[in-house]
C-alpha cells in the first residue's frame, strides 16, 4: 500500500513554455504532499507544502509564480513550472504521507530538461 | 521543519562488507526514517525507527536510534552490488512538524 505516483517521468520542453508534472497518491488520502527538487549529486531540496483546498506554503527562495501548485483533490497535487528556462532544468520529486506512524512515500520522480 | 546530516558522504566498499551510514539532528524527533534513492530515481522508504525505540531490523538492514546524542546509524550487513545507491536520512520533529528534509546523502558503492 501507499503508492505515489508521478507523472511523467521525464519531460523535454522548450524554453517559455510550461509544464504540468502530476502527482497521485494511489490507494490512499494525503492531505499534504511535498514538492522537491534536487541537483545532481545533492540532496532534496523542499520547495513547497502542497495543502488540499488551500494555498501551498513555499519554501523561502521558491518563486510562487514560477512554480504554481495546485491541490485539487486529496488523492492529486500538480507542480506547473511556468515559463520554463533552461536553469529549472532539474530532478522534481513528490511525496505524500498517509499516517505518523509511516514514513513518507516518494514518486518516481520527473526529469525536467528545458531546452 | 527538521533535517538529517548524513556521514560519510560517500562510502566504497567490497561486496560482502557491511556499510554503516551515520545520520545526525539537532531537535527532538517523533521518529526517524531512512531512504534509498538509485541514481536518477525517487526515494524508497527502508525503515521507520521511533523515538523510544533504540534499534531496528529489518532484512539486512539495521538501524540504531541514540536520542541522548541526536544521531542514527544505519547498518547493511553483507552489502551487494544492488546496495549501490544514494542513502538519506529524515526526521519528524517532535510539536507537529512533520515535513521531512533531507542531507546530502551518504553515496554508497558496492563493488562487486
Known amino acids: 500500500g501507499a503508492v505515489v505516483s508521478q507523472h511523467p517521468s521525464r519531460v523535454i520542453c522548450k524554453s517559455g513554455t510550461s509544464v504540468k508534472i502530476e502527482c497521485r497518491s494511489l490507494?490512499?488520502?494525503?492531505?499534504?504532499m511535498f514538492w522537491y527538487r534536487q541537483f545532481p549529486k545533492k540532496s532534496l531540496m523542499l520547495m513547497a507544502t502542497?495543502?488540499?483546498?488551500?494555498?501551498?506554503?513555499?519554501e523561502q527562495g521558491v518563486e510562487k509564480d514560477k512554480f504554481l501548485i495546485n491541490h485539487a483533490s486529496l488523492t492529486l497535487s500538480t507542480l506547473t513550472v511556468t515559463s520554463a528556462h533552461p536553469e529549472d532544468s532539474s530532478f522534481y520529486i513528490c511525496?505524500?504521507?498517509?499516517?505518523?506512524?509511516?514514513?513518507?512515500?516518494f514518486g518516481s520522480g520527473t526529469r525536467l530538461t528545458v531546452v | 521543519s527538521q533535517q538529517g546530516e548524513e556521514d560519510p558522504q560517500a562510502l566504497s566498499i567490497q561486496e560482502g562488507e557491511n556499510a554503516t551510514m551515520n545520520c545526525s539532528y539537532k531537535?527532538?524527533?517523533?521518529?526517524l526514517q531512512w531512504y534509498r534513492q538509485n541514481s536518477g530515481r525517487g526515494l524508497v522508504h527502508l525503515i521507520l525507527?521511533?523515538?523510544?525505540?533504540r534499534e531496528k531490523h529489518s532484512g539486512r538492514l539495521r538501524v540504531t536510534l541514540d536520542t541522548s546524542k541526536k544521531s542514527s546509524s544505519l547498518l547493511i550487513t553483507a552489502s551487494r552490488a544492488a546496495d549501490t545507491a544514494s542513502y538519506f536520512c529524515?526526521?519528524?520533529?517532535?510539536?507537529?512538524?512533520?515535513?521531512?528534509?533531507f542531507g546530502r546523502g551518504t553515496s554508497l558503492i558496492v563493488h562487486p
Open positions: 511525496s505524500a504521507r498517509r499516517t505518523e506512524n509511516y514514513g513518507y512515500t
Open positions: 490507494d490512499f488520502q494525503a492531505t499534504t
Open positions: 502542497s495543502n488540499e483546498g488551500s494555498k501551498a506554503t513555499y
Open positions: 531537535t527532538s524527533i517523533n521518529n
Open positions: 525507527i521511533r523515538s523510544n525505540e
Open positions: 529524515a526526521t519528524d520533529a517532535s510539536g507537529g512538524s512533520y515535513i521531512p528534509t
